[in-house]
Structure formats: structure tokens, C-alpha cells
């Protein structure tokens, strides 16, 4: 055969073939990591902001019930403290914020904070008396505020001797001696020392109640915390 005409062209070998293959997957599996990390990044993003949302939102709620708290004049609590349980992990009192009824005049009605530290929940959450009998019970509907709230286990690995008390205060005790409540923790959660709660007697003497809020804003992965605290003084408790 003579040579080829000048200008035809050449088929692509079978190596080049071959060789053109190999670069375009690797490069659509680049593009496809690529994508990948973006949509998780795009995720962490949403899921962190709805965190911080849900947290910052439950801060701001239970400062301003706690810093309303007022004497109940109604019920077994009548003339007593604002304040009917203060605890490490709970907190339960009268309020008016935020409960108006169909007059338009403040309703006090009786609250309850409380953080679930066992794992798998971790939840702060609230209930509210609602059918007016003066207890929290199991006919008061509960509202979850926070998810994955980690006082109860900082560092994540299943103990409990790490853990931080979600509320703690300060009180005068029945000697008119300036108190403050904070405990240690065995792995269990039982308190190993110190104290979490406001005794009974000493409830209408409270100074200050201190919130810690400590919320991972990546639960499935590596933990990012978010870290909230604040103090309230409540307007109606009688200062010694």
C-alpha cells in the first residue's frame, strides 16, 4: 500500500483509549468528593444553625420565666416561695411571662425546666400546668427546647464524672449565711460531692440563678460545642 493521503486522520489506539478513561474517572471522582463534601459541609451548616437557634431560643426563654417568677396566691403553694424546686438538673416555679389568657391579663401558672442527661436523649425541655392543679404531672404536655445538651457528659464517652450542673444558684441558708449550690458527679450521675439542690427552707432566699447550657452542634461526627451562660436575679424573691 502507498502511504496515506495526506490529511487523513488516525483512529485513537486501544492504550490512548484506555489512558483517556483512567483520567476522566479520576477526575469525576474528584468532582464527585467534591460534591460530597460540600453537601456535608452545606448540612453541618444547617443542622449547627437550627442547633444554636434552638439553644440561644431556650436561654432566652427560661431567663425571662425564672427572672418573672412570682409568689403563687392560689393552690398548695400560696404565699409561699416563687420558686417550688431548684435543682442541678430542674427547676420548677411560678410565672406570668408569657401567659396571658383571653383578657389579655397575665395568668401565673406553674413551670418546670428539666434536662434528661441519659444518653440518646440529652433534652431540655419544659412543661407548663397546664389543667390548672398546681403540679407538673402527666397531664401536662412536655416541650422539648434543645436537643443533644451535654452537661451531663462534656467530654462524650458514656461517664458522668464530668458533668456540670445545667442550673445552679445562690442562696442564703436559714443562718442567713451566703450559699452556693454545685456538685461533683460518680460515672452513674449520683452526686459524689457538694450540693445540687436549694434546700426547702431556704427557697424563698434565693440570690441568683446561674444557667449553663452546653449543646454539640455536631452530634454524629466530631463535637462542636456551644457553650451558653447566664445569671438571673429574680425580681420576686425576698433577699436576706
Do not use: C, K, W
Amino acid at each position: 500500500m502507498g502511504p496515506s493521503p495526506a490529511g487523513a486522520q488516525r483512529g485513537l489506539t486501544l492504550v490512548e483509549l484506555l489512558v483517556v478513561m483512567v483520567i476522566l474517572s479520576v477526575v469525576t471522582t474528584m468532582l464527585v468528593m467534591i460534591f460530597i463534601n460540600l453537601q456535608g459541609a452545606y448540612g453541618f451548616t444547617v443542622n449547627s444553625a437550627h442547633a444554636r437557634e434552638d439553644a440561644r431560643g431556650a436561654m432566652e426563654t427560661m431567663v425571662a420565666h425564672i427572672r418573672n417568677a412570682q409568689v403563687p396566691t392560689t393552690g398548695p403553694h400560696a404565699g409561699m416561695s416563687p420558686i417550688v424546686s431548684a435543682a442541678g438538673d430542674s427547676i420548677s416555679f411560678y410565672t406570668t411571662h408569657g401567659t396571658a389568657g383571653g383578657t389579655g391579663t397575665p395568668v401565673l401558672v406553674r413551670y418546670r425546666y428539666r434536662y434528661e442527661p441519659a444518653a440518646g436523649v440529652r433534652t431540655l425541655a419544659y412543661q407548663r400546668d397546664t389543667n390548672g392543679n398546681h403540679l407538673i404531672d402527666s397531664g401536662d404536655l412536655e416541650q422539648v427546647l434543645s436537643r443533644d445538651v451535654m452537661d451531663g457528659d462534656p467530654n462524650g464517652d458514656g461517664s458522668q464524672t464530668d458533668r456540670v450542673d445545667l442550673f445552679t444558684y445562690s442562696y442564703f441558708d436559714t443562718g442567713g449565711n451566703l450559699r452556693t449550690t454545685g456538685a461533683t458527679y460518680t460515672a452513674t450521675g449520683n452526686v459524689a460531692t457538694g450540693v445540687a439542690a436549694v434546700p426547702a427552707a431556704s427557697l424563698a432566699s434565693i440570690v441568683s440563678v446561674n444557667i449553663r447550657l452546653i449543646v454539640d452542634l455536631n452530634p454524629r461526627r466530631s463535637p462542636v460545642y456551644l457553650d451558653l451562660r447566664s445569671t438571673v436575679q429574680p425580681r420576686n424573691l425576698r433577699q436576706e
